[in-house]
């Protein structure tokens, strides 16, 4: 694929006003059902979540989304402004967390499997080690390095048109996982290059989940 798109001058929306003359003004619950802390079905949603995709830019504007998933409840509720998100061992690139020491603006979205429904909450975040906090988050005796504590400037739920229009949940639109190549291969392919021995490849895989199984925490 040719690469150097660009979008035509003439095309581009380069300010606000033009953007929104494309668009009917925003309904007035839009507006309304942003809060500055959580309620009792926040409170609630965050409690089942699995699942959390953290958004933090860095100090020259380079953005980034970390996902973060451990068991419902994993995300604890410090008060109604404030929640904690454990750090678990990943792969200590430490973009998110080197963005929050830079920049503590954040973005969060969390998802509840089966739910169509999403949360966003955005706030200011911290990373913290105070022990009683990691001990409250320890899972088989191993607790984080640190935590992710976040204070809360807006809360809201967002709607269900992009999980049904992605049918993300529908049994009937699950994709075969076998149909692209395995995390190893996809990297290497595109990198120093795959070995082209099946079972070198195929060792390699198996020691990826060897990894996964030692590492989770």
Known sequence: MAEGYQVHPDHAIGDEA???ALFEPTHALAVTKCQ?????????FIRRSPFVCIGTQSPEGKADVSPRGDPPGFVEILDARTIA????????????LSNIVANPS?????VIPGFDDTLRLNGRATLSTEPALLTRMAINGKLPKLAIVVHIDEVFLHCAKAFRRSQLWDPAARQDRRELPSLMKFILDETSGAPEDADEMRKLDEGLEQAYQSSMY
Do not use: C, K
């Open 18 to 20: 033009r953007l929104r």
């Open 36 to 44: 500055n802390r959580l309620g009792v079905h926040s409170e609630a």
């Open 106 to 110: 954040v973005g969060l979205l969390f």
């Open 85 to 96: 998100i454990p750090d678990r061992p990943g792969n200590n690139r430490l973009d998110t």
